[in-house]
């Protein structure tokens, strides 16, 4: 990998290609004899070792990172996208995994590689950026108390494209999903799961209902209002909730919410 990181491409194969004459069991050689050949843009030889690293040591995130972007760089986005996929069910939180899934998304929606013809997303957002836990108040109606919670913003050039709040109010807990600017088929309602927790459980996929305190600029509301104690513990130590929306086409439409900073808002949070 050094030789790799220093530009000395043909070095670095040369040494790869040994490692794995003397050793064909050795992972880490086939990873990155597959990495050089992608560099070279000999991507199905590049495939072929990502094959043999995969096999020799399935639970490797990366290597299934390093062969989606060779099935992309193919224009081959659906196997692609099932690399990306099993990546992010071996660590969730693989940025590069995460991303470039939805980068080969959005290329699959733009054009087939066989037929040059539209398709219809599976994603219809772009990656966007997150910001950190904030407390956040909608505008009361006159003689009551103004509706707080603490939420997260998904963002895309700046916009907000939808946020995840959490609320409480005595013995009630409760998420609230809002999106801005994005038609939904709102008859599916939401699915939204917990990843990354220290127990590795994930919240059974719950479907949302009944908006509380929905934000008027908003163009869809789902809220769900039973948040047992089990699933709040998982909010408290987990790493991402994941959310799942349908469009009005038929297409998925997936956002990530980061988790970070969730434990000490809520220590904090006062509702009013």
């Known amino acids: 990998m050094v030789l790799?990181?220093?530009?000395?491409?043909?070095?670095?194969?040369?040494?790869f290609r040994e490692v794995v004459r003397v050793d064909p069991r050795f992972a880490r050689a086939h990873?990155?004899?597959g990495m050089t050949l992608a560099r070279r843009a000999k991507l199905d030889e590049a495939i072929g070792e990502y094959d043999e690293a995969i096999r020799l040591d399935p639970k490797e995130a990366v290597a299934f990172v390093n062969r989606g972007l060779a099935f992309a760089g193919k224009k081959d986005f659906d196997r692609?996208?099932?690399?990306?996929?099993?990546?992010?069910?071996?660590?969730?939180?693989?940025?590069?995994?995460?991303?470039?899934?939805?980068?080969?998304?959005?290329?699959?929606?733009r054009v087939t590689p066989d037929q040059g013809k539209a398709i219809a997303p599976t994603n219809s957002i772009s990656l966007l950026s997150y910001s950190g836990w904030n407390k956040v108040c909608d505008d009361p109606k006159p003689g009551e108390k103004p509706f707080c919670a603490i939420a997260v913003e998904a963002k895309q050039n700046g916009n907000?494209?939808?946020?995840?709040?959490?609320?409480?109010?005595?013995?009630?807990?409760?998420?609230?999903?809002?999106?801005?600017?994005?038609p939904l088929d709102e008859s599916r309602g939401l699915i939204i799961k917990i990843d990354g927790s220290e127990s590795r459980q994930a919240l059974p996929a719950v479907k949302m209902r009944n908006c509380v305190g929905g934000d008027p600029r908003a163009r869809t509301c789902f809220a769900d209002m039973d948040i047992f104690d089990d699933a709040f513990a998982m909010l408290k130590s987990g790493k991402v909730v994941r959310v799942e929306a349908f469009g009005q086409q038929g297409e998925t439409i997936t956002l990530a919410f980061p988790l970070s900073g969730f434990a000490g808002a809520v220590a904090t949070f006062a509702p009013n």
């Open 160 to 182: 907000t494209v939808a946020t995840l709040g959490y609320a409480q109010a005595s013995n009630n807990r409760w998420l609230r999903v809002l999106f801005y600017g994005v």
């Open 80 to 109: 692609a996208i099932q690399d990306y996929d099993q990546a992010i069910k071996l660590n969730p939180n693989h940025t590069r995994a995460i991303e470039n899934r939805a980068k080969a998304i959005e290329a699959k929606t």
């Open 4 to 15: 790799l990181r220093l530009g000395k491409d043909e070095d670095a194969l040369w040494e």
């Open 31 to 33: 990873f990155g004899l």
